[in-house]
């Protein structure tokens, strides 16, 4: 993974850096002077505005392509060190507690750069820092910190050394966890993007094929209800009976082969919770953003679960093809019957279109005969509402 993009960011937040940094230290050397100290000498104030360099480097640079933008980074941050360690020298070396201002180009370096550039960057601070903290050009005498390059032992510079060197490897070390952090993130997300992209397309493909096999299982249950309808009428020739007799056995085995394709094979009786869970899984990837609720006798069992589940699953079919977003499905033992209601918020078709969705509610009605019971349809301005009744004594 590569974070090329971000490197130009970098190097403009770098030109805000070098400003504050020499704004502080101006800043700071009027303050002194101010309190009766004569400040520094033209030799510090040159090193000091030579410390805003890179920032002209950067502007020069800035449309370089993408892949220079690594090594100029490098080239702004080595050359803000050594410009600094100039400076440092003249502030007083190493025992400058400024000079750990080193420190924070190192962890820049670690959190942007690859390793080789890292290691070049640490390298330069590491030498600079020791080379200004055993030879320095001694601060003037009327500089603050003359005397106080004056103080300074050997075993505390030894110790300065010690601690800098210790922050150095460990802000050099937590920038490289950083940085692979921030690219192992950047993969998470794009992976989860790619396999955000592949689920929907899984979902559109499977959309399409429950619309086919809907599409098909009506005028397949359709030709199975007539074929029965007429093989009922007396008097019927024995060559159209057998020819009736045949359509009706082919159609029931493709509408068989489609619906064991559509859910596994379901036991005789299941709650009336399960057979919910049931269409739910379904419908999991034809409709990922149909959401079902059930409330009521979720333990009540249900005779004939794979007819009832055909029932609930072309109800919900048809809010589906109505825009549907959530599907309520309750069940409710009344005193003379059982009452299952199927509630819908499809905005998409008014009453008379929604009736018009026509042969899967004819399917539905015959269904429910077979099984005793009784279908009621509401459409209202913002819910379709069906209810389905049935006896006690029956399913």
Excluded at 12 to 24: D, E, F, M, S
Excluded at 29 to 38: C, F, Q
Excluded at 263 to 282: C, E, F, W, Y
């Amino acid at each position: 993974m590569d974070f090329q993009p971000s490197l130009l960011n970098w190097r403009l937040r770098l030109i805000w850096l070098r400003c504050g940094l020499v704004l502080i230290i101006a800043l700071a050397l009027l303050a002194l002077r101010t309190l009766g100290h004569s400040g520094y000498h033209r030799p510090e104030l040159l090193w000091l505005g030579a410390l805003l360099l890179p920032c002209l480097l950067t502007a020069v640079t800035l449309r370089l392509p993408i892949r220079r933008q690594r090594q100029m980074l490098t080239l702004e941050l080595a050359l803000d060190v050594l410009l600094f360690i100039g400076l440092v020298q003249g502030f007083g070396g190493g025992g400058n507690p400024l000079s750990f201002y080193l420190l924070v180009l190192a962890l820049l370096a670690s959190i942007t750069l690859p390793l080789a550039n890292t290691l070049l960057i640490t390298v330069l601070v590491l030498g600079g820092y020791l080379l200004s903290l055993s030879w320095y050009q001694m601060p003037a005498m009327d500089s603050p910190m003359h005397a106080l390059s004056l103080e300074l032992s050997a075993l505390h510079s030894v110790g300065m050394a010690a601690v800098f060197i210790a922050l150095l490897m460990v802000l050099t070390l937590l920038g490289q966890i950083i940085q692979h952090l921030m690219r192992q993130q950047r993969r998470q997300q794009e992976q989860a993007l790619a396999l955000a992209g592949r689920r929907e397309r899984m979902y559109q493909i499977a959309a399409t094929l429950a619309d086919q096999a809907h599409e098909l299982n009506t005028p397949l249950g359709t030709l199975v209800m007539l074929a029965d309808n007429m093989l009922q009428t007396p008097d019927l020739p024995a060559p159209l009976r057998d020819d009736l007799q045949q359509v009706d056995a082919l159609a029931r085995r493709v509408a068989n082969r489609l619906k064991s394709s559509n859910h596994t094979d379901l036991p005789a009786q299941l709650p009336a919770g399960a057979l919910v869970g049931r269409l739910q899984q379904h419908l999991n990837h034809l409709a990922p953003t149909l959401r079902i609720h059930f409330q009521g006798e979720d333990q009540q069992p249900l005779s004939d679960a794979d007819s009832w589940l055909r029932v609930l699953t072309n109800l919900a079919y048809n809010a589906m093809d109505a825009g549907a977003t959530e599907l309520n499905i309750s069940l409710q033992r009344q005193p003379l019957h059982w009452l299952l209601q199927v509630s819908d918020n499809g905005p998409a078709h008014s009453a008379s279109e929604r009736q018009g969705l026509g042969l899967g509610l004819a399917l539905i009605t015959t269904t429910l005969e077979q099984l005793g019971a009784e279908l009621e349809l509401d459409f209202g301005s913002q819910w379709t509402e069906a209810r389905i009744r049935w006896s006690h004594h029956g399913h």
